[in-house]
């Protein structure tokens, strides 16, 4: 699909999705198609592209023509003018040099490298857009956590003022009532603000600007799908695209390395040309044709094409340390990321039990603190372990789902070009 086409498509897509509530699929597709890094990748691919055609069409033949009339003697000479003409053409075609044919992988391969750098890319705009995602869910489900216990404090407050001008309750139970729903009005505006600062990331990685309007589909993030662990492992040393880019490298540098080894070989070429010419006085018709085979070789260069060998082994060797550091690195990622997953499932449970302790214990206070039974400090504790409990768990659970993204990042298999 051309640049061009695939503009217009995004530029459709775009448009029809304004004032609507996106899914993370169309946050998806919105920052595939608009991102510029993203973009700029995939003119990479394409150059890379041109370059496979151009080392091809170094193969063809080189052909020519050529055409000329003339007259001699116009103004100066003893004779009478005459005219000619000439035409002819050639062929000319080059059977080796170095780098003729090996050129040739070589442009594929660097096409490889381009297109894992183009995926590596777009899997690290696909965690990043999940991650704005899921912090703009979470915000939404704290700020409503936030604004039911703001109603709820008030409510209190209400029942206590009331209460206290009854001489039922004391004034200071009414002011902790109120220090408390301050302290949930901070949590609402804190929560607020980092809902903006995540849909401006968001925005801004799908080409679109900071502050346009947002509004995000509900994702149910309670459960997550990913492979075992040795599976995992197998799958990305055969799917990462980062892994699989420095090994491309590793194929690059030993085809650089047979150029530069290569430059110790001659250089062939064949042509052939065919020429006819003429003069209009006598009719008389030339013809003549050549047939040749050049051999070439540079003696010495002042062992520049040595040093080239030299530098395009250390290249070699660097392109392999650089695989093995790479897959080193992407193990440890990956043994880090299910050993984060493994401890916010055990999170996850316990904060689970903390929850439903908490509202039970929350019911067991109210109706003791309605009863006399207990006081103002014991409520107030009480609503505030409901709601850590309820902001602990949502936290564990959408960054479990930020764990989930980043495993498949690590493997890689699902994004393709």
Known sequence: MSMRKMGWIGLFFSVSLLGQTLSLQDCLELAYRNNPDLVKS?????????GIRQAF??????????????????WISEYDPEWGWSMGGGIN??????????????SINRKKLAEYAYLALKDQIRVLVEKYYYQILTSDTLIGVYKANIRLAEEQIRKMRLMVNLGLKRESDLLKSEVQRGSFEAQLVRELENRNSAVRGLNVLMGR?????LELAFMAVDTISVPEWKDALELMRKHNPDLQRVRTQIEIQKFSLRIAQEAYLPSISGN??????????DGGIMESDQIGIRVSLDIFDGFSRYLNVQREKVGLREAQLDYESTLRELEEALANQYNALETQNRLIQIHKTNLISAQKDLEVVTRQYAEGFSTILDLMDA???????QTNLLKDLYTRKLIESEIRRLIGKEEKL
């Open 209 to 213: 600007d900071p502050e346009h309007p």
């Open 42 to 50: 995939r003119y990479a691919v394409e150059t890379a592209k041109i």
């Open 93 to 106: 075609y080059t059977l080796y040099r170095p780098g003729l044919y090996s050129s040739i992988p070589l």
């Open 272 to 281: 052939y040309s065919y020429n006819r010419s003429g003069r209009t006085y």
């Open 383 to 389: 609503q505030v372990s409901v709601l850590e409990s």
């Open 57 to 74: 069409s170094s193969l063809s033949p080189g052909v020519s023509a050529s055409a000329s009339s003339s007259t001699s003697g116009p």
